[in-house]
């Protein structure tokens, strides 16, 4: 039996993502166990990110800094606009390097059934950077389900009026992917997105 205080931290990292309540309790006995060199960095690392955690005021990532390095960052596109639901999709895009422009991060989809609506996003920040011209394309990274879907067309409405080019992420079938694993949905988008040959 361990103590409250150990206890208490493994409930608390229990609740993380990818994290259950077996998982935690293994994960604070190899912290206990390597105090030194993982505990006590463990510990000043989110003492100070705690400290000095921000969200960007131009396109809500959250940083150390505001506004946070990639906006900050002069190397960047900034006629390209990628816009995600949220800060965690800006990460992964962003770790790709695929794309050479800035963000602006949503903070979540629209959604009758949880009662998002739109005043509950960042959409009238992105409609004002848009506004504010310099933008010569805005690429819709919506997640591909019916809310993310839904999303991205009440955005593309909103913008229709820029003189921008809008664009989405493809959705279909994945590299490395075989027909008979994939759900309908995604295989009607594939459908829908076909391309010639060649």
């Given at each position: 039996?361990?103590?409250?205080?150990?206890?208490?931290?493994?409930?608390?990292?229990?609740?993380?993502?990818?994290?259950?309540?077996?998982?935690a309790r293994r994960v604070v006995l190899h912290l206990m166990k390597k105090r030194?060199?993982?505990?006590?960095?463990?510990?000043?690392?989110?003492?100070?990110?705690?400290?000095?955690?921000?969200?960007?005021?131009?396109?809500g990532n959250l940083d150390t800094s505001d506004p946070c390095g990639i906006c900050a960052d002069v190397r960047?596109?900034?006629?390209?606009?990628?816009?995600?639901e949220d800060v965690s999709d800006l990460w992964v895009l962003d770790r790709?390097?695929?794309?050479p422009g800035k963000y602006h991060v949503?903070?979540?989809?629209?959604?009758?059934?949880d009662g998002?609506?739109?005043e509950d996003l960042n959409i009238d920040g992105l409609v004002a950077r848009v506004a504010e011209g310099g933008i010569d394309e805005?690429?819709?990274?919506?997640?591909?389900?019916?809310e993310g879907q839904t999303t991205a067309h009440y955005l593309a409405e909103r913008l229709e009026s820029y003189p921008i080019r809008l664009t989405q992420l493809?959705?279909?079938?994945?590299?490395?992917?075989?027909l008979d694993y994939l759900d309908e949905g995604t295989l009607a988008q594939a459908l829908r997105a076909r391309r010639p040959v060649g």
């Open positions: 039996m361990a103590s409250q205080e150990i206890d208490a931290l493994a409930q608390a990292l229990s609740r993380l993502p990818g994290l259950g309540p077996r998982s030194e060199t993982v505990l006590q960095p463990l510990l000043r690392a989110l003492e100070m990110v705690e400290e000095r955690l921000k969200t960007c005021s131009i396109c960047r596109d900034t006629r390209a606009l990628c816009v995600v790709s390097r695929l794309f949503l903070g979540g989809r629209l959604s009758a059934l998002v609506r739109p805005v690429v819709l990274a919506m997640n591909a389900t019916l493809a959705h279909g079938v994945p590299v490395g992917g075989e």
